[in-house]
């Protein structure tokens, strides 16, 4: 994809990024993940955003696909990968020591970006998104 007349849509991690592009591709939209060793990698490492990248021409397109796309994400309900239960139940992920002060709490939480923990009902595996 030349670089001419390209837009980003930015998503929430690279994981998304690359289930974005491929929604995209079966749309009919040549798109391209951002490449993470470009000036961006720090936003990556720090905030996990990763820009998908179309034609100007396409872009309206996407922006609309990227909301259909986080909708049919946000109906898969979840399963355990040990046992393949569905039976999982979802938790709100808390910091484990609460006496630890504002700033250095803020700072460990930055290398952990997942707030949520899954747990099966049927095995007790626990993991997070």
């Known amino acids: 994809m030349k670089s001419e007349g390209i837009?980003?849509?930015s998503c929430n991690n690279?994981?998304?990024?690359?289930?974005f592009r491929s929604f995209l591709q079966?749309?009919?939209?040549?798109?391209?993940?951002?490449?993470?060793t470009n000036s961006k990698v720090a936003r990556a490492i720090l905030d996990q955003a990763v820009d998908v990248l179309v034609k100007e021409e396409d872009y309206e397109q996407a922006q609309k696909l990227y909301q259909s796309f986080l909708?049919?994400?946000?109906?898969?309900?979840?399963?355990?990968?040990?046992?393949d239960s569905e039976n999982v139940t979802v938790q709100k992920k808390t910091p484990a020591n609460r006496k630890l002060?504002?700033?250095l709490a803020a700072l460990l939480m930055l290398g952990s970006c997942s707030t949520e923990q899954f747990v099966c009902n049927d095995c007790g595996y626990k993991w997070e998104r």
């Open 26 to 36: 079966e749309a009919g939209i040549e798109s391209s993940v951002y490449d993470e």
């Open 7 to 9: 837009k980003g849509i």
């Open 101 to 103: 002060p504002r700033l």
């Open 71 to 83: 909708d049919e994400q946000q109906s898969f309900k979840p399963w355990c990968p040990k046992c």
């Open 14 to 19: 690279p994981i998304e990024a690359e289930g």
